[in-house]
């Protein structure tokens, strides 16, 4: 691997794992280093297949987000 992954941003490693995808070793490497990089205390979601009522469930999150984005465009 000639790249230095740790000195790419974030929008070169995607490129780079898009371009390398067939490329195992390559794709695993960066892939393993934009992991590293996610903010810890980031929202994170279920996942909708392991919720009780997944529809229901991905609604009202979808209508709070949507109701968070209103509010704010109303403080404008």
């Known amino acids: 691997m000639t790249q230095n992954l740790k000195e790419m941003t974030n929008a070169e490693l995607k490129q780079y794992i898009s371009e390398n995808r067939n490329d195992e070793e390559a794709f695993h490497a960066a892939l393993q280093e934009l992991m590293s990089r996610r903010d810890p205390n980031a929202i994170r979601y279920p996942n909708p297949l392991a919720l009780a009522d997944p529809i229901a469930e991905m609604e009202a999150i ?4 949507l109701e968070q984005i209103k509010r704010a465009k109303q403080t404008e």
């Open 62 to 65: 979808f209508k709070e987000k």
